[in-house]
């Protein structure tokens, strides 16, 4: 997919560069980007609301993938960000993202957080709590400012993987209750307030998706809440956010709509519902992130020592794991991977490709057929993209890898690889050892 390709000496090809060179290059661990596929896909989002004619934001959901680099190519695309904390936020900063397209997320946000974004004059606050409704209201007062706000809601919606399931009750650590009342008391609360210009409500139902029922169907809930709220406090939202978990294909047996299918059949919904209730089509925003840059990433491994478990399996090791790709020990989540440098060879055996921290479910693919595989030779594990580097950790002190971006033809160093000096940095000595 995107601009992978086998090159004339049979070796993995992204972006019109060999990623075999990049690897020796660069080192391996490495995260490789194939940036057409990220403008591609964030356009296919653009695009899709543009023919319907719809006044939309596409945010970026820059949990998955947060880097100064890739912000400021989300920039360039025409996207919004999302951002989830102090650190994303800065990030989006020191990469000169535009803070009136910044969207604020988070369900325990500092005070310092929020000032720093009211500082920042961010686009957007999606409030979570009646914590934070207080505090960033005390905080607007005490500055003399106004910020826009969403409220997230819990519709009661929870999507899962292939299917969704209704909860009755809402049992979620984020947003208000849309049924239990939290969600009037809010938008009553924010409509009071001088401070606080309510735009409109935010939903996210979940991640990784692969249809649209779970979303036609928060629509509908909110729009029968928005119905009440137009009668009995005369308050029209001009936003509806929601939210991301477009769904992506991993492996074989993941079956995604396209972006653009997501799109017209969530819009379908709304403007049914805004009929319905005699009421305007709000702007819409979406936060997708996995399915922005999801499947345009690829890591690089080298692969190391060999064990067979005679008779059962074949344990072939590689030079990373949970260290840079958590998915798998986390929620089972399941890769594709061919030899970068063998890309043409047929499968001769099926391994399982190991990482190397020191823990048993440190297992990054169960199963996988390759061709016979030693010391020389590169795995590529595909989308990779999403939640990989972002998530990636210090676990035995392995540093974390380098990101490379490429695209016709042209390769960028975007993130530096670790350092053993990384790994003590910020490290203090037991006792301040004074030379005598
Ligand atoms: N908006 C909100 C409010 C979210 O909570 C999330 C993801 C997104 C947007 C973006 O969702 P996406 O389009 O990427 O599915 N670490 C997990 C995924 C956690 C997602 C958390 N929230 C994983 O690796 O699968």
């Known amino acids: 997919h995107g601009t992978a390709k086998v090159n ?43 023919s319907l004619g719809i006044k939309a934001q596409v945010a970026y959901a ?18 919004s960000l999302d951002v989830v904390s102090g650190g994303e936020l800065y990030t989006a900063m020191a990469a000169g993202f535009p803070p009136e397209k910044i969207h604020f997320h988070g369900n325990n946000k500092s005070l310092e957080e929020l000032d720093m974004a009211i500082e920042k004059e961010i686009g957007c606050f999606v409030v979570d709590n009646f914590y934070e409704l207080e505090m960033l209201n005390d905080l607007c007062l005490a500055k003399g400012k106004q910020v826009n706000v969403l409220l997230r809601v819990t519709p009661g919606i929870e999507a899962h993987t292939h299917d969704y399931i209704l909860t009755g009750q809402e049992d979620s650590k984020f947003g208000f209750g849309l049924q239990n009342g939290q969600a009037d008391e809010a938008v009553e609360a924010a409509l009071k307030s001088k401070n606080l210009k309510l735009l409109g409500v935010h939903c996210h139902i979940g991640s990784q998706i692969f249809e649209t029922t779970g979303f036609l169907l928060a629509a509908k809930k909110i729009f029968e809440k928005l119905n009440g709220w137009k009668k009995e406090k005369s308050f029209e939202p001009t936003v509806l956010n929601l939210g991301g978990g477009f769904g992506i294909r991993y492996t074989s047996e993941d079956d995604p709509i396209p972006a653009s299918q997501y799109v017209e059949e969530i819009i379908d919904e709304v403007k049914k519902q805004a009929k319905r209730f005699d009421m305007k089509v709000p702007e819409i925003w979406i936060e997708p992130g996995r399915s922005l840059v999801g499947d ?29 790709n958590i998915r798998p020990a986390l929620y089972q989540a399941k890769y594709e991977a061919i030899l970068a440098n063998k890309a043409l060879e047929e499968p001769e055996e ?4 190991a990482g190397k921290a020191c823990e048993s479910g440190d297992m990054l693919i169960w199963d996988l057929p390759l061709p016979k595989a030693g010391s020389t030779d590169i795995l590529a594990v595909f989308c990779t993209g999403a939640y990989g580097y972002s998530m990636a950790n210090n676990y035995n002190r392995i540093p974390r890898p380098a990101v490379v971006f490429v695209e ?29």
């Open 296 to 324: 345009a990433g690829t890591t690089l491994y080298r692969i190391g020592s060999r064990k067979e478990v005679p008779n059962v399996r074949q344990y072939v090791a590689v030079d990373g794991g949970m260290s840079d």
């Open 8 to 50: 004339s000496i049979g070796h993995l090809e992204i972006g019109g560069i060999d990623t075999v060179k990049l690897a020796e290059q660069y080192g391996t661990p490495l995260y490789i980007y194939d940036v057409a596929l990220i403008r591609e896909r964030a356009r296919s989002f653009k695009r899709t609301f543009e």
């Open 408 to 436: 016709n033809g042209k390769e960028r160093l975007v993130v530096k690889r670790e350092t053993f000096e990384d790994m003590v940095r910020l490290d203090l000595p037991l006792e301040e050892r004074v030379n005598k």
């Open 350 to 353: 099926t391994v399982s490709i």
């Open 62 to 79: 820059s949990k998955a993938f947060s880097t100064v680099a890739m912000v400021q190519l989300a920039a360039e695309e025409g996207l």
